[in-house]
C-alpha cells in the first residue's frame, strides 16, 4: 500500500468501526424546568407553612396550637409529662407571623431562628424558580448544610435547658 492511500485506509477503518454511545443529555429546556420544579417545591413548602401559621390563633399555654390543625395532642408531652423538642413549634410561628417574638420565644425559643430561615426560604427559591438557579450549587453558596446542623444543635440545646427547668422548678 502506497503512502498516499494512508490516510484513505485509515479513514475507512475510523467509519465502520462501532460509534461510541455516550451518556444521553438532557437538553436545556429540561434542565431548566426541573430546576424550576425544584425551586417552586422548595418556595412551596415553606410559604404554605408560614400561611397556616397566619390562620392559627397562638394557644395561651404556649403550646398545642397545632391541634386546630386536627392533629392529636403531643404524644411524648402525654406520656412523659415533658415537652419533646418540638412542643410549641406551631405556637411560635403563629406568634412569629404576626410579630410577637417574646410570645414565640415563650412558646419555643427554637421556633425563632426556625421561622426566620423558613421565611429567608421564601425569597431565595422564589428567585431561584425564576433565573432557574442550580440548586445544588446555590444551596451550597448559602451553606445550607451548615445552617441545618447549627439548627439542629439550637434544636437539642433548647430542649435540654427546657427539661432542666421543668425538673429544677
Known sequence: MSE????RKYFEQAVRAPAVIAEPIAPANDRTWSTRLTWL?????????????????????????HTQLGLPPCGFLV???????GCGLT????????GHFIGAAHANPFGVPLFLVTAATIPISFAGAVRAFPVIETLERF????????????????WIIRITTLILA
Do not use: E, Q, W, Y
Not at 44 to 60: E, I, M, N, Y
Not at 79 to 85: E, H, I, K, S, V
Not at 143 to 158: E, G, M, P, Q, Y
Open 4 to 7: 498516499a492511500n494512508a490516510p
Open 91 to 98: 405556637t411560635a410561628f403563629a406568634h412569629m407571623i404576626r
Open 143 to 158: 451553606h445550607v448544610d451548615k445552617v441545618a446542623i447549627l439548627l439542629a444543635v439550637t434544636a437539642i440545646f433548647v
Open 41 to 65: 417545591a422548595l418556595f412551596a413548602v415553606p410559604a404554605a407553612v408560614l400561611v397556616t401559621a397566619a390562620f392559627l390563633t397562638p394557644s395561651a399555654s404556649g403550646h398545642g396550637t
Open 79 to 85: 406520656l412523659t409529662g415533658f415537652p419533646c423538642p
